[in-house]
């Protein structure tokens, strides 16, 4: 995330599902670990699945249609 | 699923005129690289015995030759980055000092490696997700330091650049990656976004407290080798935070939060 957001992108970190974890947990541990870390470096968003790419761009960035 | 946001409402500016969508591979569209390369190294290794068993027995102590590629990226930096170029020269050196023809099992090698390598199974809803994106006009593509092959994929003919540290001569965190990135598509990077599941890897500089969240990201990582098939539910969390509050209270599937409640 953070060579991509030196870079000047929109950075969107994944957590993926663990077998036995509860994963909706993780990804709000994951957020709240991002919150930790320097607005400039922090990912934009923290997500369970690569799937809610097309959510973010089209209902919340409004970046596509 | 709950949708969490925390970015206060009317904050996005005007949506660029192009964009692109950057997205890491293993970990982000199919599950962690770990057991497809554990099966990978076992193929090869079969591989090896059945077509050159003298490389096999001289190298009996080190399998899939990982020792050996360890041992090449410490004395060549050049290769250091790349995980394909480490696998074919040691596949190279094995066979000279097995006095096997180096050529042939590099190149054999290779394919029945990469042929398990890219016999990965994308998570549920990554292929129409990556087909929408496409339709609605972002250039999408994927950028990855491992060495699987999208097009050797099911994920093949959805995304209009594969890159990897092979092709930027370079890895993440390193700059060069993510300008490769914007050199593909024409797209300036402020329209791009980059989608991947390891800060770790992304991160350029380590710092002190950093280095702490290090070692317990190893053992994230270390357990992800154990992720379920199922699929992800779509929880998603906005940063950065503005102010920690629901933007769309109504939103459907927005969790109650102090906002939202009465």
Known sequence: ?65 | MAVVLLAAPGAEPAPPARVCVSFDLDGTLWPPAGPVLVKAGAVLRSWLEDKHPALAERFADDPDLGVLMGKIAASRPDLAHCFTALRGEALRQAAEASGEPADAVSEGGMAVFRAARNAVEPYPGVPAAMASLRSSGAAVVTLTNGNAQLEATPLAGLAVAALSATTAGAAKPARAMFDAVVAATGIPAAATVHVGDDVEADVRHRRGPERRSDRSRRSDRSRRSDRSRRSPPATVVFLPVVSRRCAEPSAPGCAPCSSCRP
């Open chain 1, 1 to 65: 995330m953070r060579g991509a957001k030196r870079a000047g992108m929109r950075a969107v970190l994944v957590v993926p599902p663990v077998k036995g974890q509860d994963h909706a947990a993780a990804v709000a541990a994951a957020a709240a670990r991002e919150e930790e870390v320097p607005p400039a470096e922090r990912a934009d968003a923290v997500v369970g699945s690569a799937t809610s790419l097309v959510e973010i761009l089209t209902s919340r960035w409004r970046w596509l249609h």
